[in-house]
T-cell receptor, first 111, second 106 residues
Framework: DAGITQSPRYKITETGRQVTLMCHQTWSHSYMFWYRQDLGHGLRLIYY???????DKGEVPDGYVVSRSKTENFPLTLESATRSQTSVYFCASQPGDTEAFFGQGTRLTVV | KNEVEQSPQNLTAQEGEFITINCSYSVGISALHWLQQHPGGGIVSLFM???GKKKHGRLIATINIQEKHSSLHITASHPRDSAVYICAVATDKLIFGTGTRLQVFP
């Protein structure tokens, strides 16, 4: 199916564990983004990528790692999950300076 | 002070009412996005605009660059319009407002 998909949709993990959230887009958009959404905050940028093998930090990058070896995939890894990383995570892609396309989100709970 | 402010934070309406959601920003932008998020759902882009006005069905978005202000209007509102509406401004990245929660009752 065409579009942008995130997996898993829901994840519960324990403090200290490593967890990876996957994001896959079928359009070959240049730009990809990871955001987190928390009550009382707007969406906040964690990391973004302008192209394969190019990544940059966003507003709240601490505790996260990304990679982009292929244009269509942009996984987000929490190296050692903490309770403060409990959130809803959204991946998005953009072909350029145009509208953004968002995934369905991943609800992550760290216990 | 947040760089993107939306008002109101919460809005209830009766079916058929005309609805306006406002967005003010304090930074220079290249474009402004309006997004829709249904409960438990993903985020959908409604509009991207850098000047003037855009219309799609019952939705109208306007922007005044000089006043750093945008509005999203919904004409003849319907319960299925119930959602969170998010304004985001494009600088070197997207900066998001905290959203306006709209509930439309039959």
């Amino acid at each position: 199916d065409a579009g942008i998909t995130q997996s898993p949709r829901y994840k519960i993990t324990e403090t200290g564990r490593q967890v990876t959230l996957m994001c896959h887009q079928t359009w070959s958009h240049s730009y990809m983004f990871w955001y987190r959404q928390d009550l009382g905050h707007g969406l906040r940028l964690i990391y973004y990528s302008a192209a394969a093998d190019i990544t940059d930090k966003g507003e709240v990058p601490d505790g996260y790692v990304v990679s982009r070896s292929k244009t269509e995939n942009f996984p987000l890894t929490l190296e050692s999950a903490t309770r403060s990383q409990t959130s809803v995570y959204f991946c998005a892609s953009q072909p350029g300076d145009t509208e953004a396309f968002f995934g369905q989100g991943t609800r992550l709970t760290v216990v | 002070k947040n760089e993107v402010e939306q008002s109101p934070q919460n809005l209830t309406a009766q079916e058929g009412e005309f609805i306006t959601i406002n967005c003010s920003y304090s930074v220079g932008i290249s474009a402004l996005h309006w997004l829709q998020q249904h409960p438990g759902g993903g985020i959908v882009s409604l509009f991207m605009l850098s000047s003037g006005k855009k219309k799609h069905g019952r939705l109208i978005a306007t922007i005044n660059i000089q006043e750093k202000h945008s509005s999203l209007h919904i004409t003849a509102s319907h319960p299925r319009d119930s959602a969170v509406y998010i304004c985001a401004v494009a600088t070197d990245k997207l900066i998001f407002g905290t959203g306006t929660r709209l509930q439309v009752f039959p």
